[in-house]
């Protein structure tokens, strides 16, 4: 049984930085897509970042690009995201999701349906 476990969220002051973690397990994830989704109250699930775990090949969305990094460690079947200069706008619940490589384009990494596998999820909020 597949499973991802997210960690690392919190309460933090605008301005700072948190680093969050998904433990996969279940299966090899050597031929999986992971990603970052994040969801706000009121709103709907939106795309954050991607890593593909064969190589270093990453996608972020625009709104994080630059303050947000995604990286993988095989090893651990583990997945980051480290989120620095957080604003009160990144408060929200985020999760981890994974699904089997396929194509790598922006459509396809932003499609909430296309993923196999999703985490439980884990708060961060961000105070001014």
């Known amino acids: 049984q597949v499973q991802l476990v997210e960690s690392g969220g919190g309460l933090v002051q605008a301005g700072d930085s948190l680093r969050l973690s998904c433990v996969a397990s279940g299966r090899t994830f050597s031929s999986y897509t992971m990603a970052w989704f994040r969801q706000a109250p009121g709103k709907e699930r939106e795309f954050i970042a991607a890593v593909r775990w064969s190589d270093v090949a990453t996608y972020y969305a625009d709104s994080v690009k630059g303050r947000f990094t995604i990286s993988r460690d095989n090893a651990k079947n583990t997945v980051y995201l480290r989120m620095n200069s957080l604003k009160p706008e990144d408060t929200a619940v985020y999760y981890c999701?994974?699904?089997?490589?396929?194509?790598?384009?922006?459509?396809?990494?932003?499609?909430?349906?296309?993923?196999?596998?999703w985490g439980q999820g884990t708060q961060v909020t961000v105070s001014s």
């Open positions: 999701a994974a699904k089997v490589a396929g194509a790598w384009n922006a459509v396809v990494l932003r499609r909430l349906g296309g993923y196999d596998y």
